[in-house]
């Protein structure tokens, strides 16, 4: 068998294969992806839709300087490796990144649910029920309207470029985590799960999940052999 890559075939009888028309969703299938590096990219397209992301942000740079560094998070490995088995639907997920994206040095995340749908590209009501869900544990909490909290055990931005010092000294916001987790904890009015976060809620849930399916299989194996057995029975 010839290992050589196959090559595509070319038509010889002259007919053309008929384009689809621009405006057809199927025709996205045929054209270049375009590539986004920023959300003020993806504002920039939608200029008739409300994104309100702020001012324009320079570009980060994880690993800058120790006493300048750009942008610099702390993302809990833990934390992406629980959620990425707990969560069976995709948008709570989108939503985590999105808001991880969106952090601010402090870990405060200055979005309205509006904005969330808009990027996301689903209803608010859709957001709202992910958010829901995402809160219930403790992930993030409301500061106030258009103003939520990363947890920061789980995801936490240290530091973040000032825009505007680009043509002065660069300047720069940095918040120890070591300070906001003290600030949080300090707070009676937050709920124990966000003053004291623990995945442990979503680890019995996923065991309980795998349980419920081991015990779905053995059931539905159990139904096959039952059919099984009742038609050979029949056939005898």
Known sequence: MSIQPKRRRTRTDGVTQPRLPMQDPAAAWDQPLRPVETLDDLAKRYPDRPV???PRRKKMEFYGPPDQPQGFSLDSLEFFFIIAQFFREA????LIFLLIACQRAGGQIHLRQDDMATVLDVSRTKVNEALAVIMSHGIV?????GVYQFNPPYSYRVAEFIPGTESEEPQYVKVEQSDAIRTIREDQTLPKLVRFPSLAKMREEIEKLREERAQDRARRREERELRK???EGAGQ
């Open 229 to 231: 057995q009742q038609e």
């Open 141 to 145: 909490f409301k500061v106030r309207r």
């Open 52 to 54: 309100g992301l702020g």
């Open 91 to 94: 948008l709570p997920l989108r």
